[in-house]
């Protein structure tokens, strides 16, 4: 009898932990199972845009060009893209670079060399695919590298995700805070149609390598000999890749360097991570060596940063895809970090803010600072992630847990459903991509008549 009258009292006071255990788990299923309907969706839009869009490539815009050295390299065994353009571009016009050709006679391609190695994994997949599929054709343009490349992509990004929420809560923050913002990040910016609608385009991709580098980061521990070679190299090649993906994503680098650097200090421990992502780093003047027959990193002979201090204002406010206008929620994650200066963190909100700021400056003074026909200002999408870590590290310390749930929930349903709104008409073509039109166009444009 006592035995059992001790089995239970133990048993009553296990249960309070496992009902917390329950609790801590809660959030993390729940951004798992909105990343699962996220990726189901996304396979949903990507269908339609094949059967009904205007033709059936999934790999569009700029991706078409990102993915070109993917396609040469792996499918061609070359570096020459006069066909890569002819078989992805069209029904587009071809790219002004299918006229040039460089020193050694071949066709060139401005763009950095880094997504098609996040594509490679895909690509000879897809490859193996084509070759096995009766009617499909192994050409790196049709169906099966469509399909795969884009799946993978969409796969890798939605991992991304929920890595980084999985970093933010081994800094510290609160799993429901990490989770809530992790799910706002994705639904209530224009990075939801980057994923769902062009993955192949280099923002959700700058998103997931920065998540899966700050979830390995934030998982080593104390001492530099607990973590192993391979970690560290992992690590290097992550910081490489980032910046191949998109050259002005080295502003995100200094929050990544504190991550896995702090509590121990600069040792010989980062020599790996360092040559690893030099090693990286160096394919991009050797890819263009091969290309052009010399030594060069810069890839845009023609663009530059013309555009003055009116720039830097524009792409923030104005209705030609301002920022803030487009999707306030980057000014609410501006507001929680520069808040965070005062009441901690304050060393990672002052290097998200100075990642936002680099941004700033860079895409201001681009001569192109609207970004095209894209949806919103896609060239600070990649700041979303070190401003997420530090608002959400934040707010898990808030002194007013009531108020602030309050406040920070109420710009979240905001934001999301006003990204909705602009993401719907902005597929249905219901204002113009190129940002000619007013605001009240691209917010209200259920009632205004469709544009031609």
């Known amino acids: 009898m006592t035995a059992a009258r001790t089995e239970d009292t133990d048993e009553r006071r296990r249960a309070p932990a496992r009902h917390a255990d329950r609790r801590r788990a809660a959030p993390a299923t729940l951004l798992t199972a909105l990343l699962a309907a996220c990726a189901l969706g996304s396979g949903l839009i990507l269908l339609v845009s094949m059967r009904s869009g205007g033709s059936s490539a999934l790999i569009v815009g700029d991706g078409k060009a990102y993915y070109a050295w993917a396609r040469s390299a792996l499918v061609d065994h070359d570096l020459d893209f006069g066909n890569d353009y002819r078989l992805l571009y069209p029904p587009d016009p071809l790219p002004d670079e299918a006229e040039a050709r460089t020193p050694i006679g071949r066709v060139p391609n401005k763009y950095p060399v880094g997504l ?64 809530a913002s992790s799910a706002v990040l994705l639904a209530g910016t224009n990075l939801i149609h980057y994923v769902a609608k062009e993955p192949a385009m280099a923002h959700g991709a700058g998103i997931a390598l920065f998540g899966i580098a700050l979830y390995v980061a934030a998982g080593w521990p104390d001492r530099w000999s607990g973590v192993g070679l391979a970690g560290r190299l992992l690590f290097g090649a992550l910081l490489g890749l980032l910046v191949l993906v998109r050259n002005s994503n080295v502003v995100l680098l200094p929050l990544l360097g504190w991550a896995a650097v702090r509590k121990r200090g600069v040792s010989t421990a980062v020599a ?21 027959g010399d030594l060069r990193l810069h890839t845009y002979p023609s663009e530059g940063f013309t555009a003055d201090r009116f720039g830097v204002w524009n792409t923030l406010f104005s209705t030609r895809h301002g920022l803030f206008v487009y999707h306030p929620w980057y000014l609410v994650l501006v507001v929680l970090n520069c808040l965070a200066l005062s009441r901690g963190p304050r060393t990672i909100a002052a290097l998200a803010l100075s990642s936002f700021a680099g941004l700033v400056v860079i895409n201001g003074t681009w001569w192109c600072w609207w970004f095209g026909a894209s949806f919103g200002n896609r060239a600070f999408v990649e700041s979303l992630a070190p401003m997420t870590v530090g608002a959400s590290l934040f707010v898990s310390r808030s002194r007013n847990p009531r108020r602030t749930a309050l406040l920070c929930g109420a710009a979240a349903v905001a934001a999301i459903l006003s990204n909705v709104d602009l993401w719907l008409g902005y597929l249905l073509h219901r204002y113009p991509h190129d940002g000619g039109h007013g605001i009240t166009d691209a917010y209200l444009w259920f009632v205004h008549p469709p544009r031609p």
């Not at 990004?157 to 929420?165: A, D, S, T």
């Not at 790996?272 to 052009?292: D, K």
């Open 116 to 179: 098609a190695l996040v594509e490679a994994p895909g690509v000879l997949l897809a490859d193996l695919l084509a070759h096995v599929v009766p009617g499909a054709t192994a050409d790196g343009a049709s169906w099966p590298y469509q399909v795969v490349v884009a799946g993978w992509l969409v796969a890798l990004e939605l991992l991304g995700v929920l890595l980084l929420f999985r970093a933010m809560v081994r800094l510290g923050a609160a799993p429901t805070w990490a989770a």
């Open 272 to 292: 790996p991570i360092v040559a690893s992502c030099a090693l990286i780093l160096l394919l991009q003047p050797l890819s263009l060596y091969l290309l052009w």
